[in-house]
């Protein structure tokens, strides 16, 4: 986490492997090796603290913030978003005619793509339109 070069690798092996991050847990953290009073602290011993519990955070959320948003940018580009998303309006328009189209006994209480249910936390599934 304090080593810009292994954090980019690891984003980089990510990408290569996976194509998108699903989630990120920022668990590293130390407490550093000092062990007096506060007002006895270095700047040095500070900065080992920050490097990793503070700094690293951020380098590898920043590193790792674009593979997570190739996972949530599901939407379709259209004028509402300012043409940020990321299907065409042609893709979008798949589920809606397949939800239109839909018998009755088709499926309810899901969330669905064009390639049916999408399992897993429906918060980071874009709806289909
Ligand atoms: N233990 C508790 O009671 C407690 C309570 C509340 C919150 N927490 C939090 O839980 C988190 C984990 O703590 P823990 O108790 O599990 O401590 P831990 O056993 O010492 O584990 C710390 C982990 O952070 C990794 N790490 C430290 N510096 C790193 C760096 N520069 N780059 C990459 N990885 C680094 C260590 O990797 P290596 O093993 O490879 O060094 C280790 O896996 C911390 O954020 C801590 O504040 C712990």
């Known amino acids: 986490m304090t080593d810009g070069t292994t954090i980019s690798s690891a984003a980089k092996e990510i990408e290569h492997q996976y194509g998108h991050l699903d989630s990120l847990v ?7 090796s000092f062990r007096g009073a506060p007002s006895e602290v270095t700047v040095d011993q500070l900065r080992e603290v920050y490097d990793t519990n503070v700094f690293g955070v951020v380098a590898v959320t920043n590193a790792m913030l ?45 969330f669905q793509d064009e390639n049916g249910p999408v399992p897993g936390n429906t918060s980071l599934v874009a709806v289909p339109w």
Do not use: F, K
């Open 66 to 110: 674009p593979l997570r948003r190739s996972q949530a940018g599901r939407y379709t580009a259209t004028d509402l978003n300012n043409h940020r998303g990321y299907r065409t309006v042609e893709q979008g328009a798949v589920i809606a005619a397949l939800l239109a189209t839909l018998g009755a006994d088709g499926p309810t209480g899901t």
């Open 26 to 32: 920022n668990n590293a953290g130390i407490t550093g």
